[in-house]
């Protein structure tokens, strides 16, 4: 996916940082947004050992909730790049608890940036898509919107709402040659995952047709599918990959 512009949320570490990687060392120009600099900053000295002197990779220090922010950033791309060619929205927090205990502020920050950061991106990005008449969205959700889980309604219904996001707008951007997709990853093996204890991995994996947990490579794969020309065809759906987990 040569000289293609790709914009990369939540990108400094798991999925996010293996996506980023993907296209990356597939000779796209990625353009990176987290939180957290000192991560950003390390993968794009890690990256840029190996680079393609005509590659960029560029990253931007903002939270997916603040629309102005997100705006600024993809403005400031459009000025040097001239276009924007693929949208990932990988940004995505968890902070579990039954309903009963969960505090208004656990809600609204899964809410924020699961769900409300998507929207911002989406929309940023949307406009000039529409003006280039071209563009990918892919959207990260998760089974769990579809499945539900005790003791995370907050981040269930975020996902949930990420996919009807995407159905939305794969019908509003459609005749615009713009292609939205989401992927529902099941239970891949991140950092964000390690804090679960065994008995509940083990769980986990009594439910897995495949018999075993998905890795980041596995949904970077998918990803880089979605955005490339293989998939014109494709729009509106949510792809799950799950090793089987629901069918």
């Known amino acids: ?23 990356f ?3 796209s120009n990625i353009f990176l947004i987290s ?15 190996k680079k393609d002197s005509t590659q960029t990779i560029s990253y931007f220090v903002a939270s997916v909730e603040n629309y ?7 403005k400031t791309i459009i000025s040097k790049f001239k276009h924007i060619d693929v949208l990932i929205n990988n940004a995505g927090i968890t902070d579990d608890n039954l309903i009963v205990k969960m505090k208004e502020e656990q809600w609204d920050q899964v809410i924020n940036t699961n769900l409300k950061g998507t929207y911002n991106c989406c929309k940023a990005v949307s406009k000039y898509m529409i003006k280039q008449k071209s563009g990918k969205i892919i959207n990260i959700s998760s089974i769990i919107g579809e499945i539900g889980n005790k003791g995370q309604v907050n981040y269930a219904a975020s996902k949930a709402g990420i ?3 995407t159905k939305s707008l794969s019908k509003e951007l459609g005749s615009r040659n713009i292609n939205v ?24 994996l009594n439910k897995i047709p495949l018999n075993r947990f998905g890795t980041a490579e596995d949904v970077s794969n998918l990803a880089y599918f979605l955005a490339s020309k293989d998939s014109d065809y494709i729009t509106g759906q949510t792809i799950n990959i799950d090793g089987g987990m629901v069918v």
Do not use: C, H, W
């Not at 939180?35 to 050992?49: A, F, G």
């Open 1 to 23: 996916m040569k000289n293609k512009n790709i914009i990369i949320t939540g990108a400094s570490q798991g999925i996010g940082e293996t996506i980023s990687e993907k296209f």
């Open 25 to 27: 060392n597939n000779y």
């Open 35 to 49: 939180r957290n600099k000192d991560k950003l900053e390390k993968i794009k000295k890690r990256l840029s050992d």
């Open 68 to 74: 102005n922010d997100i705006s600024n950033i993809v």
């Open 163 to 165: 996919v009807g996001l």
């Open 181 to 204: 997709n989401a992927i529902n990853p099941g239970f891949i093996k991140t950092k964000m995952t390690e804090n679960l204890d065994k008995d509940k991995n083990l769980d986990f």
